[in-house]
């Protein structure tokens, strides 16, 4: 039986769970996750765990946050003037707004806090600074 390995196409199910089991993302109720190995199409820990594996194959994926979303960086959290967003913008904490750099570039930041003068911005991925868990099936090769 044919195994995994750079250059193929897979079709692969998965929940993805904190380390405290908290579940933030599953292909269960959908079509099963498709990506070409080597292609940097997922997260490296995620690609490099399907490496070896065989169709029908279960196993549970342990990526820590390094080789995931990466380290939670504190230099990407900023507060900018409340005069910086639209004033009909309704603010809530934990929205994902799009935002440009100063050199032209778009990004989403999570709002983390918002004061009367300020809104304090998080460019980091939600998932940075954790570690993950994937429980993944290979459901095809390609």
Known sequence: MASAKTGDTVRVHYTGTLSDGTVFDSSRDREPLEFTIGQSMVIPGFENGIVGMSEGESKEISIPAGEAYGTYN???VAA?????????????????LQVRS?????ARAMVREITDTEVTL????????QDLVFAVELAKIV
Not at 102 to 106: I, M, S, T, V
């Open 102 to 106: 100063p050199e032209g570039a778009l």
């Open 122 to 129: 998080d460019l980091n991925h939600p998932l940075a600074g």
């Open 74 to 76: 504190e230099d990407l």
């Open 80 to 96: 900018v003037p409340r005069s910086q967003v639209p004033p009909e913008m309704e603010l809530t904490v934990g929205m994902i």
